[in-house]
Every structure is written in structure tokens, then in C-alpha cells.
């Protein structure tokens, strides 16, 4: 099976606040890490989740100072994956150790990088700037353990269409499905620009504006190569002037999507919604957190509910294939750029010396 | 892994009363179907359970009029497969579609056809006209997704020394295993007609005949290729001529059995119990389904734990062989029908130019 | 992958009161079993679970006298394995029937042996006798279905460094961990021997010995390939001459396992905990029991969380390589000692002709 998503990157694993100085598992990309918050200078350290005696998930035992305690023989492992301790002897094997992978926090999240150390760069963390809690406001949570591909999550994205379908009544409307839209790109980014001028607006919009007629409605929808999407949504009354920039009479979300593979055929979703209005209103980011995520009936369980089918559908027809139509362009270029840093990573092809002479 | 059943054939995929206009999901011979009625002339349709598009099935989606909406992106199909409305498009590819699969209702079933449809000839669908409800009544029902291969069932029924041991106390009788029995066949159908005479009639017989002393009993199974067995069973006093075609001092019932393919593994078996005497009597229509079914109590539930554990077993020692005895010829030959059709499936072996010459 | 388990060698498949003249199944190495005590003179019998002649674990049947009767037609079979009776037909094919295997009762367990038949002596089931409940006292149980290759169990059991670890609060003590020990081998076993000489008892040997101060404690764990682990271990007051061979003044107790292969990744693991102290004592064999197993908090529920965890870790990282510390000397003995029994099974190597000469 070829490969499904590049390790050379930076992924969200956790939450911030969500590390706190014990032991937290993840898998991420297939790889089993062991998070935690080192007391020394309470920065997030991210270890290999496997023993180097014995394999056991590392996870399962303790913290001692900064350091982890295996809970099967006792070994320990300081914060960069060093063996630091071996039961019944002096001498410390010096090559034992575990793995330490690259880790930052940033935008409220822990980000990790599976892949090269060397080529772990933070100033590549993507930019997520919408959910620091400043100018932007939300409160989001994760799906851990999603049972789809990662890229079909980015295909829902990059694709509004489905809300038509799949949220009928709520931000659902046949508006999506006639206005033309637009497709962008550059080397890591593309970007799908769409505007519905002069319509009724859905319900969920009518209510955030507050204000009666008709209006615009923006969906601008960009995705950072490989996981990232973020759209830029709203409404202002028509005739205000928001498709030339002015926004001023109308009210802007963003949904911000890190989407994490966690093997071939799951994935961990961190979203939030924030947005610029109304920021000290705290009942008002509950209530958007439950219009998205509610017990099944939030307009994300809704999409989760189509995804994981749709993962079933491609396991039992593995070599059925995708056929496209003229809204998949943005997801087509999500999946382009995708596969360009998989290109990347590939083991160059061997060329025999005299072919090469 | 050699193909367990052949695709050029009429399988049961529900019930006529199962199918409203409403998307109903089945699985037949490893492929997803999704059926539903026609509003405009009340015939059942059969489409690919897998949208164009992305594969989402398209049961989860809805009905308007009788087009087939994806629920994911709203592309809607006819019920002949046929694309005809893609979103935010004018044009619709002209190849777009899914497969639409044969379809035929009679006898109180619905039948598809999961194999080549230039094939399917409504004059081949099975015999089953015990299950019409007219001369014959009863009341059977489904097991859905039994967890054995198709054949196992046919193997049960084709060979009746099994009630002695799975179903002793209702049906089973030492009687049984102790008469002859003659198998005879046809080029699509094999027949084990076994007749017990001057015996103690067994518990359940003797309950439905209504009369004392020793009884002529016979057994009269019928199996018509690949996946259709029919019971002619039933007992009449002994001497009042049933050997030689007079039951009419009898009591006579049919057991049907149309097993389908759901996967290798697994099938849907439709059933019935139809009998010809006391016809007006709903009690006893209700009192035959229950002794056959009854939550793991009934003999058809007896057959079906004893079914499930020999495939668990197969399962678990693929490359055991089967053991014959004497009582296995019925089933042998319908295996054997089940081979020719499969054989003449199979693609035609390639036969190297020189040595064709 | 690698063949993990001699068949050639006596395996505990049930405690003897386990075995009464009713069918039994186990699963020994693979292979599905049916155990029963035969009536004729109390022994036990083990016959292939799965009838010749259509599968069907013959454990799901019944026992006719000593005879084992098919619950699907009625086949019977000896305690030999040897078809006595076939429904409907008078002759029996004379090579019908099922694998006996050989078993024994001793020790108060059954073993059997699931290899080659002619190899199996009687005078090699492995040494037990401190299950015998006559010198030594004591009520043990069986993990069935441990989900951990039975190896991993004996890698536990041959260093119990990590009591320290696993068991802090009950056996555990850093004595342990910084005591030097010896390791001594045979042919077929191998032996690790610990002395902790004038040191804090634990809590648990501390309440048994019942008197203060310090103590001499010992571990000495002998394994018997390919499964048998028993542990000679107590403490006796410093001084009072234990290391010198006189433990009068202590307590002794021994722990005893028989870990038997169920499938490549899960086990049987039969224990018991013996003693020579206070063994009219009820209560003390009772509360013995359940400081080993309680319902998750007994010192051996606690090591399974720990080697289920590690089986996991090994099956999601099958090319991992386990590194060795000092402390695994004994379990590596224990490992090469199996894998000689296995080399001794392997086919022979195909030599060439040409080459032999």
C-alpha cells in the first residue's frame, strides 16, 4: 500500500492544556509516543512508547522528577530518550535509549514531528493563529480516533457543497450548490474562494447576524499542506460592501481543522470555531461548540458519521476509484500537495553504476 | 480461494412486504445493493450500494420521487443507475452511474441477479410457488447474515439424519436414520426422497395428524441449483395409501429454504413452514413459526448453532477435508449441480497457441 | 513466522477437578481438544475436538457411556478416537476417526501431550510435586486465555526484579534490585538464585514470619523446559543459618506455574502458591489466593496487565528486537533452552545429494 501521509511534518497531538506533567499516550502516524510536561521548565517532551528492553508502552508507567519510570524492570529515560537508569547494574548500556521526538507548543496545541529530526524546523508550524484566544475567540475539542483516512477529512472541508446535504436545516442551503467558486494555490497551501451574494441567509447564519434581508455569505476555505484547513466564514447584510473587503456590518467565523493520522484509516480531528463577534459572550461559544459536537447530533457528528461510512465503503471496494466532479478541485489540490510531499520523502530510485556513468 | 457460488443466478434478497419506498440496504453474493420500490409503478429496483462519486453508500442517502439522493453530495441516480443531477454543475458526465442489478418479484420474494444481466431470465427464477400463500400457507421469516457459507445449509437440509441428534424430542426419530432413502437428479436439480412406514410417528407429527396408532411418514427433498431447497414432508396412518400417492387421510408440509450468499461466510436464509391442511387456522400459522423459531429455542435455532460452529470450525482448520458417508449423497449432488455452475463461470483456460495447434 | 512452542512435551491442559464425565474443550498448542473422564475406570480422555466427518466440535455433543457422540449425525467415537458408529449405514469405514492424544493425571493437574504420539513418556510430565498437597499446602487457579505468548510469562517469572516495580507495596522491595544472583543450568533446566542477606522484609514475609527484625531472604526459581516455572522462596531471621541450608526458624513458601501455549499470542497460565508453613490454616490459603488474584488487585492480576501490554507492544512492533539486561540471564536461559527443544523438532535441513557425498 503506498504511503498515506508524509512524515516530515509537524501534527497536532494534544491540546496544551491537556499535557500536564504525567504520562499521556498518542498514537501519531502510526508511531506509539508517550507525552509529558517536564517539571524543570514545563515544556512538552514526546518519547517513543515502547521500552528498549521490552517493549512495554512506557505510558503504563510513571513519572520520577522529569524523568520516566518503565513500570515492568524499572528503567529510565530522561526527556530526550536516554537510559539513565538500569535495574541490578552500575554500568549503563550507552547506546540504549528511546526515541525523543521534536515537539513544540504552539496556538494552544502540541505539535509533534514523527518524521527526521534534523529537518524539524518550528518556524514550519502551520499557522493557526485563529485559535489563540486573542483576536479570535472558540472553544473546539478533538475527535480522537476518527475512523477514517485523514484526507477524507480534508476532502469534507475543501468541499462545502456536502453541507447542502449532510446539514440540511442547519448551515445547509441550496445557496452553496449554484454560487461559483474559485481555486488557488501555491507550493503548500491552496485555497477555495466562494460567494453567495444577495441570499436568504441559512438559519444558523440569520441568527449570528441578528439583523433582517438578504445578504452576502463568504466561504474561504485554505488548506496548509498536509493537515491543516481553515475557513474563513461569514455573512454581512447585502449592499455593505464585504465582498470588496469591508466586513465591518457583518459577523466572521473561522472552523480551524488539524487533522492528525493516527494510522492508515484513522485520524484525530482537533477543531474549534472562533470567530470575532460577540467574544466576551461565553454562552454563545458553548452554544457553537454544541452546534458542532453534540452526542451525534452537531453538524460535525454529522460529518463523522458520512466519513467513517465512506472509509467502510473504500475497505470493502479497495480498488474502486474516485471519480471527480468540478467541486473536488480545491480537495484535488489538497490531495496534489499531499502527494508531492510524499514524492519527497520517497527513497530515491536505485540506478545501477553503469546507467549512472 | 476458489469462488463459493455462482453470480448467473436468481438469489432472495428480501421479502416483497420488506420493500417500501424507502432505501433498504442488502448485501448479496459480496456486493452492496440498495433496494427500494418505485413509486410510479410499484416495482423494486436494485442499484450498486456505492455512490459515483466517493463511494458513500447510497442507502444512506434518501428518495426523491424514485431518484436516489447521495447523502453526502446530493448526486442523484435513477433507478436504472443512471446519473442525472451532479451539484454546481451544469453538465453531467454522460458515463456517470452505478450498476443496477436484475430484479424480480414472485412468490412472495424479491429476486436479484448480482451476475451478468444479459443473463438474467425471469423464466429461470426458482420455483417457490409453496411460499405464494394460495394453496400452500404459513409464515416463515429471515435469518439475516447467518454466519455460515450457503452450502452448509443446503448440506443440513439435504440430508435429514441430522434431526435424529440436533432435533431430538420434536422431529427427531431413531426411525429416521434407520430407513433407505433414494437420490435421483436432473441437470439443475437433485431429490432424497426417503419414506418411513408402520412407525411411531414422532412428537410434532403426531400432534398435527390428530390420529392414534402407527403412520407412514415421508421425506421428499428437492434442491434446484444453486440455492433453493424444498421439503415435501408429512405422515399419513399407515395403510391409508400414502406410498402409492394417496395423502388424502395425511398431513402434508413443505419447509422452504432460499439460502443467498451474503459472503463467503455468511448468507441470508428466507424460510417457511407451508402446509396444506387446517389453512384457516392463524394459531397454528403462528405455532409452526415459533417451534421453528423461537429466541434460540426452535429447531431452525438448534440448526443454526450447530451451522455456526462447523464454519467456525472450517475456519479455524482450512485445510481439513470433508469425510462422506452414505447419508451425504443428496448433499453431494447438489454440491456437485453447485460445481457445474461454477465451472461454467470460470473463465476459459488459455490454451498456448503451438499447443492449440 | 517462527514456530514458538515445542508439540513433543506435557502440557497442563486442566486442573483434575476440573474433568468430571462430561465433554471438556480446550485449546493445548493449537489444537482443539475434547477432555473427559471416562466412567469405565476414571481416567481421562483427550480426543481431536472436531468430527471426521463434517467438523463439528465434538465438544458441542455428548457423552454416551464412555463413547463420544457428534451432536450434528451422530457419529460415535472412543476414548481411542476409533468411529464405532455411522448413522444409517451398518458398515463402518475402518479408517474413521480422530486424533487421541496422550494425557495423564498427575499432581493434581491433566497434562497431555499434543505431539507425536510414540514420544510421549509418562516418566517425563514435569516435576510438581509441590502441588500435590501433601507436604506442601495451598489453592492456586488458571488464567485460561491469557492474551501474552506464554514466553512472556516465563521471561516474568525467571526475574523477579520486577516485583520491585510492579509490586511496590505488597513483594516489592529494593533489595531486590541491588541483590546479586547466580545462574546455574542443566540440559532441560535452568536456575536463577537470589539471597537478600540482613534486610527489611517485606511487608507480605514480614506477616507470614510474624516475628522482627531483620532477615535472610531467598528467591530460587528453577525452570523445566518448555513451560514449568517453580519458585522456592521465603525469609528466615538473619543469622538463624538459611543461607546455610537450615530454615527452621523461617518461612517457605513456593510459587508454581504451568504455562501452557494456547495459540502463538495467548496462554494457560495454571498457578498455585504452596507452603510448608501453617498448612492447616484455611484462612491463610484463602487469603493467600487472593493476594495473588482479586478481581484485578492481586500481584498476578497486576504482572498480566503488564504482559498483555507487552504482547500488544510486540504485535504492533513485530520487528522490534527485545535488548537484554544482567537481570534476563535466567530468562534467556529459558528461551535458548526451548528453542533447542525446537530445533530438535525442525524438519531436517534438504541436503543434496552431490553435496552429501
Excluded at 493557526?128 to 486573542?134: I, Q
Excluded at 475567540?137 to 462545502?160: P, S
Excluded at 477555495?192 to 441578528?210: C, H, N, S, Y
Aim: charged share 20%; net charge negative; aromatic share 10%.
Amino acid at each position: 500500500m503506498d504511503k498515506r501521509y508524509p512524515m516530515n511534518a509537524w501534527y497536532a497531538a494534544a491540546w496544551g492544556h491537556e499535557i500536564r506533567h504525567e504520562l499521556a499516550a498518542r498514537k501519531i502516524c502510526g508511531k506509539g509516543m508517550v507525552l509529558y510536561r517536564r517539571e524543570a521548565d514545563g515544556a512538552v517532551a514526546a518519547l517513543e512508547d515502547a521500552c528498549w528492553h521490552r517493549l512495554l508502552p512506557l505510558s503504563l508507567g510513571w513519572l520520577k522528577g522529569d524523568q520516566v519510570v518503565c513500570g515492568y524492570h524499572g528503567l529510565q529515560f530522561n526527556s530526550a530518550g536516554r537510559c539513565t537508569y538500569m535495574p541490578a547494574q552500575e554500568t549503563i548500556n550507552p547506546s540504549a535509549g528511546v526515541r525523543a521526538f521534536p515537539v513544540a507548543e504552539r496556538h494552544r496545541l502540541v505539535w509533534v514531528w514523527p518524521g527526521d529530526p534534523a529537518l524539524a524546523d518550528p518556524a514550519t508550524i502551520p499557522d493557526f493563529h485563529w485559535n489563540d484566544g486573542t483576536e479570535w475567540v472558540g472553544e473546539g475539542g478533538t475527535f480522537y480516533g476518527l475512523k477514517c483516512d485523514y484526507r477524507l477529512v480534508i476532502d469534507n472541508l475543501m468541499d462545502l457543497t456536502h453541507e447542502t446535504y449532510v446539514h440540511a436545516g442547519s448551515i445547509g442551503d441550496e445557496a452553496i450548490t449554484s454560487a461559483p467558486f474559485d481555486v488557488t494555490h501555491s507550493g503548500t497551501t491552496a485555497t477555495v474562494t466562494r460567494w453567495m451574494t444577495d441570499i436568504e441567509p441559512p438559519p444558523f447564519w440569520a441568527k449570528q447576524l441578528g439583523k433582517p434581508g438578504h445578504v452576502d455569505r463568504w466561504q474561504i476555505i485554505s488548506f496548509q499542506a498536509p493537515s491543516i484547513v481553515v475557513g474563513d466564514v461569514g455573512v454581512a447584510p447585502s449592499g455593505s460592501g464585504a465582498p470588496d473587503g469591508d466586513r465591518s456590518q457583518g459577523v466572521n467565523g473561522a472552523f480551524l481543522a488539524a487533522i492528525t493520522p493516527e494510522t492508515d484509516t484513522t485520524c484525530h480531528y482537533f477543531w474549534n470555531f472562533a470567530r470575532t463577534f460577540r467574544r466576551d459572550d461565553e454562552q454563545l461559544s458553548r452554544d457553537l461548540q454544541t452546534a458542532h459536537v453534540n452526542d451525534g447530533h452537531g453538524v460535525y457528528d454529522q460529518d463523522h458519521a458520512v466519513l467513517e461510512a465512506q472509509q467502510r465503503a473504500i475497505d470493502a471496494n479497495p480498488r474502486a476509484l474516485f471519480y471527480n466532479l468540478n467541486i473536488d478541485a480545491g480537495a484535488l489540490w489538497a490531495r496534489r500537495l499531499i502527494d508531492r510531499m510524499l514524492a519527497a520523502e520517497a527513497p530515491a530510485p536505485f540506478i545501477p553504476r553503469e546507467a549512472a556513468e
